[in-house]
């Protein structure tokens, strides 16, 4: 089974509008972590978010805020209001205690915002 | 602060000719990860370092690659003989312990 789903292969956005990209995940581990990391067309993997497995609130950065619904395995990377410069690739990615903390990416949502 | 430095940033090669991707982890991070990257997927781990120390390389086909972390600073992975399928992107990330990993641009690899 895969562990990290992301279901869509692109989405499309306004600027200055909301998206949410969705992340679902897979494991039995108690202890694990969700990130997320944009990947520009220049390739190198830039890191936006974090959330702990047992973190009580949904971690936020700037525009950047992720929408963790344990019960569902469901950690979605919601970006406010768009901008140009957030098309990309976008990766969730979760890191298990007990694979000795290797990280396992899904394989990606391309995001384009139009102007 | 400076990031991860990786080098070359491109590179074409002739299959079974040998190929090196360098790697400066930034500054202080004791742990650097080599991942491959094909086109359309997510990276995936080939190996692990905590300091000089291959922790995890479960996944490096050893084979035709290795890799070396010599002073617990700089990496260098290499593939000899490349085959058409090596052709991908190699990142490099650090990390200290076992925090947030932090890539560098990675190499795009062309085998021909």
């Known amino acids: 089974a895969q562990k990290i789903t992301q279901t869509q292969p692109g989405m499309f956005v306004q600027e200055k509008e909301a998206v949410t990209l969705d992340c679902t995940y897979d494991t039995s581990d108690p202890s694990y972590g969700l990130f997320w990391y944009k990947q520009p067309s220049s390739g190198e993997m830039i890191f936006l978010i974090y959330?702990?497995?047992?973190?009580?609130q949904n971690a936020t950065e700037g525009r950047y805020s992720l929408n963790f619904q344990k019960a569902r395995k469901s950690a979605n990377l919601v970006i406010s209001a768009s901008q140009l410069g957030d098309s990309a690739m976008y990766f969730c990615a979760m890191r298990e205690a007990g694979s000795n903390y290797k990280l396992t990416f899904g394989k990606g949502t391309l995001l384009t915002v139009n102007p | 602060e400076a990031g991860v430095v990786q080098s070359p940033r491109y590179k074409i090669i002739e299959k079974k000719q040998p190929v090196a991707f360098w790697c400066n982890p930034i500054s202080g991070h004791n742990t650097l990860y080599w991942y491959l990257q094909n086109l359309g997927q997510g990276p995936e781990l080939l190996i692990r370092?905590?300091?000089?120390?291959?922790?995890?390389d479960s996944q490096l086909p050893k084979d035709r690659f290795s890799a070396e972390r010599l002073k617990g600073v700089d990496s260098t992975l290499k593939i000899q003989p490349a085959e058409l399928g090596d052709s991908a992107v190699y990142l490099c990330?650090?990390?200290?312990?076992?925090?947030?990993?932090?890539f560098g641009p990675g190499t795009r690899l062309t085998v021909l």
């Open positions: 990330a650090s990390s200290l312990f076992k925090d947030t990993q932090y």
């Open positions: 370092y905590e300091n000089e120390e291959a922790v995890d």
């Open positions: 959330q702990g497995s047992y973190d009580q």
